[in-house]
């Protein structure tokens, strides 16, 4: 959906983020769609959370923690920063982050898309669920810590302790790492891995993008099962 | 929780409204914490040979100007006397090591919130906006502020337990996080430094730290930095001096934190919402300060 003549205003000048919330909400278990441009968010907390229709969001200017939060169909844009939690367990959906993210970006989530076009702070992606997280810029410490499902692509460089305790997702990282966590691992490129990376860039809008220079990172699986080696430890 | 904000003027043009702009950023940090607020402003600074003092005492009817005749007479020096609510700021040509000693001897509960030549630190229970306002804070004009609304963790809720912190002068410290090496480290500044503590408050102890290693000649900068090996929990850091402004997270980075700049200023605060009051924020950078990374600005830094 693009931006069109007749958007609905919700202006936060007033700092009512429960009302601000209730209108965006308003379509909430429709097909409905809609545009709204969120006017003056200040970087209040919970803004666009719960959204649950295939609505979109501009918000003009940077948010506070958690926006966008457990989103599912509805496509969010910041056109500033996101504070803390942005995306936290979305369902579905895309949100896209124009400036930088703080922690925790995409924490928890189980689908949807989460672009930022620049940097992601600390444990971006920590518990990720299913969803996929493409970061145009860095991503922090301890990203991806714990995450099960989903995929997370990166153009710029990874923070220590990339992946720990990784299960299932599969991570792709074009710049550095600056080490890798507790059980992560580089792994092969496939075709089959390359032709997701393909789509995942595609979709966050880096067709420009080449495959050149892309590691794949994923579980060793060495802490999914007890070892009787370590017995001796409990 | 706590918040913490601060607020560095580089255009001097803007010093006649630091606290005009200041103010809004600690008052949108009133629900991290409701419990007591405070700061410490840079501002007026003495003439060589003079020396600051804000001074607090929890008596409302505390006699200040007795106080400051006998200082007077004691000294044979020049006082003068600004009355803010519960605390007086007084200016003394008096020896500044035996001015202090002597206040602190007059009476127990007389307790000195800050000394050197720009410092003063104003600080109480209760909520942000109410105490900016007893203090006079949105008139006041100044270099540099700092400030911090607490939710108490480490020590009980007192005007004592409040933050800034200062343990040296023309230096105060704000922190939001809590420290698990306090204790050790107080014992190991009183032993080896001579520093002693006022309170068991561990942000007191990281203020401590810092005056200690500005006293080895290190600079703010420098003093934060050691703070990374010496320091063990979790903390955002906020500091200032006379001259100086300066801001460190822990390695992990447990605590938030804002960073920004524009070619008139300076501004932190523990969550962007803080900031958006200030003029041409909108198109400052804005910036998370990385982990264990020291961020300073000023002349002795």
């Not at chain 1, 080490?179 to 880096?206: F, Q, W, Y």
């Not at chain 2, 606290?19 to 008052?27: Q, T, V």
Request: charged share 20%; with cysteine; aromatic share 6%.
């Amino acid at each position: 959906m693009s931006a069109g003549e007749n958007a609905v205003i919700v202006d936060l000048a007033d700092g009512d983020v429960r009302a601000a919330n209730t209108r965006l909400q308003e379509k909430n278990g429709s097909e409905d769609t809609e545009f709204y441009k969120v006017r003056n968010p200040r970087g209040v907390h919970a803004l666009a959370c719960g959204l649950d229709a295939p609505v979109s969001v501009e918000i003009e200017g940077s948010t506070g923690y958690y926006c966008a939060g457990m989103n599912k169909h509805a496509d969010v844009t910041v056109l500033g920063n996101a504070g803390q939690g942005v995306a936290e367990n979305m369902m579905s959906g895309r949100i896209h982050v124009k400036g930088d993210c703080s922690q925790a970006a995409g924490a928890t989530a189980h689908g949807g898309l989460l672009v930022v076009d620049g940097n992601a702070a600390a444990r971006c992606g920590i518990s990720l669920k299913g969803a996929d997280i493409v970061v145009k810029g860095d991503i922090g410490h301890m990203s991806c810590f714990m995450a099960q499902a989903g995929r997370v692509v990166v153009l710029g460089n990874a923070g220590a302790a990339l992946g720990d305790s990784l299960y299932e997702a599969r991570i792709y990282i074009r710049g550095t790492v600056e080490s890798l966590g507790a059980d992560c691992v580089e792994k092969e490129m496939g075709d089959s891995h390359r032709a997701e990376l393909r789509d995942l860039l595609d979709a966050a809008g880096c067709q420009e993008v080449p495959l050149d220079g892309f590691r794949r990172y994923g579980s060793a699986r060495t802490l999914y099962h007890f070892q009787t080696d370590n017995v001796g430890a409990y | 929780m706590c918040g913490i904000v601060g607020l560095y003027l580089k255009n001097e043009a803007l010093q006649p409204q630091l606290g005009a702009l200041f103010s809004p950023l600690l008052i949108e940090m009133t629900d991290r914490g409701p419990d007591s607020a405070g700061i410490a402003v840079f501002r007026n600074a003495t003439a060589a040979g003079q020396t600051k003092l804000t001074l607090f005492h929890p008596d409302a009817g505390y006699g200040w100007p007795g106080l400051a005749d006998r200082l007077a007479a004691a000294f044979e020096a020049t006082t003068t006397l600004e009355h803010h609510d519960s605390h007086v700021v007084l200016v003394t040509n008096a020896p500044a090591d035996l001015a202090a000693d002597w206040i602190s001897a007059q009476d127990e509960q007389l307790q000195i919130m800050s000394r050197g030549s720009a410092i003063e630190i104003y600080k109480e229970t209760g909520l942000a906006d109410d105490i900016l306002a007893r203090f006079d804070v949105p008139g006041m004009a100044g270099t540099h502020a700092v400030g911090h609304t607490r939710m108490a963790t480490e020590s009980a809720v007192t005007t004592d337990g409040s933050h800034p912190f200062s343990t040296g002068a023309d230096l105060c410290l704000v922190h939001n996080g809590s420290l698990s090496n306090h204790n050790r480290l107080r014992a190991r500044l009183a032993k080896e430094d001579g520093i002693q503590c006022r309170t068991q408050n561990d942000t007191e102890v990281a203020a401590a730290f810092i005056s200690s290693r500005l006293a080895k000649g290190r600079s703010l900068h420098q003093a934060l930095d050691d703070c990374i090996g010496a320091l063990d929990g979790f903390y955002t850091f906020v500091a200032g001096t006379r001259d100086g402004f300066a801001v460190l997270r822990d390695p992990i980075a447990c605590k938030p934190a804002v960073l920004a700049e524009t070619e008139d200023y300076v501004a932190f605060a523990s969550e962007y919402r803080a900031l958006v009051s200030l003029p041409g924020v909108a198109d400052a950078k804005v910036w998370e300060p990385e982990p264990a990374i020291v961020y300073s600005w000023g002349d002795k830094t």
